[in-house]
């Protein structure tokens, strides 16, 4: 869990990785393993709807019944449509590496991208 969800960042100041590297929103099962994406749900569990918060694990494309993780963003479809800060919507491949995934989960990291993004 974040240290702090009061945190204040603010576009472009704290996104030091670029706003073009860096994802803000992302697909999410509305019902996934013993969670979701309850919007506006305020307790720290697994139905908020955020992504990257508990987990470091990549998306989930098509997750089998009984293995979606309510940690990750997910979604039914070969490939995941998320939204970088400078508000460009890209689809990411399920191949997608973890690496370049936490790369672009985090605005001020300073990891590069890798070649699969």
Do not use: Y
């Not at 919007?39 to 997750?63: I, M, Y």
């Amino acid at each position: 869990m974040p240290t702090s969800w009061w945190a204040s960042p603010t576009i472009p100041h704290t996104f030091r990785d670029g706003t073009s590297n860096t994802l803000l929103f992302a697909e999410k099962h509305a019902r996934c393993g013993d969670g979701g994406a309850l919007w506006g749900h305020v307790l720290a569990d697994f139905w908020q709807p955020v992504f990257a918060a508990w987990s470091k694990e990549p998306l989930q494309a098509r997750p089998a019944p009984g293995e979606c993780d309510p940690r990750r963003a997910s979604t039914p479809f070969t490939g995941l449509q998320a939204a970088t800060a400078d508000g460009a919507v890209r689809s990411l491949a399920p191949s997608l590496s973890p690496a370049t995934w936490w790369a672009a989960c985090t605005p001020d990291g300073g990891e590069v991208l890798g070649n699969d993004w």
